[in-house]
């Protein structure tokens, strides 16, 4: 799909379903924002307050002081509702606000009716998946260099066993000459193993 002026996509908006309406109202994309629009950033706060300045302390701000800012606010607008976000307050994360199989229902939904580009960011995403796939290839787990499929016990000592066997073929010529020099098993040490 390609670019579309924001009336278009406004337009477009009119037509999809109510899920997907719900969606873009309360997350608005970039391409249907006029230019000038700033949101508010409740985010750029500063994380620890600055203490007052002692005679020895130099002027700078430490690294801490520094305020939060999320990259997904700087480039959608708002919280990415796909990923999970830090608190910059308490430096805890919080749950995206749409789990996995949510996000996959609304990439579906959007795929279908041809806006999923203006989607956020999401590994449900095909373009995602296109790029997954084109990383790992058609990787089957348990197959790859370095591991093994388990199977059952007797597949996984087969080739053990079978090279055991040809081992033991191949010196029959000589156990058997050794048998018979030795009085058909007289002083016989080497019994056959199974």
């Known amino acids: 799909m390609s670019i579309l002026p924001p009336k278009q996509y406004i337009d477009l908006a009119k037509t999809l379903p109510p899920r997907l309406q719900r969606f873009f109202a309360r997350y608005p994309p970039k391409a249907i924002l006029p230019p000038s629009y700033t949101p508010p950033n409740p985010y750029a706060i500063t994380l620890t307050p600055t203490p007052a300045p002692t005679p020895n302390s130099t002027s700078e701000p430490s690294e801490e002081a520094k305020p939060f800012v999320n990259p997904d606010i700087e480039t959608l607008g708002f919280p990415n509702p796909f990923r999970a976000q830090k608190s910059p307050i308490t430096g805890l994360w919080h749950d995206p606000v749409f789990s996995l199989r949510r996000q996959a229902d609304l990439a579906k ?11 956020p960011p999401t590994v449900k995403s095909s373009a995602e998946k296109l790029r997954k796939r084109m990383e790992n290839g058609l ?3 348990g ?4 591991e093994r499929v388990k199977g059952k016990a007797s597949e996984r000592t087969l080739k053990g ?6 081992q033991a073929m191949l010196e029959m010529p000589q156990m058997v000459q050794t048998w018979k020099e030795r009085g058909h098993g007289r002083g016989w040490k080497k ?4």
């Not at 197959?143 to 370095?146: A, C, E, M, P, Q």
């Not at 066993?161 to 040809?166: D, F, M, V």
């Not at 019994?191 to 199974?194: D, F, Q, R, S, Y």
């Open 109 to 119: 939904l959007a795929r279908k009716h041809g806006v999923e580009e203006l989607l």
């Open 139 to 141: 990787r089957v787990k």
């Open 191 to 194: 019994w056959p193993k199974k």
């Open 143 to 146: 197959t790859g260099i370095g």
């Open 161 to 166: 066993r079978l090279e055991k066997r040809r």
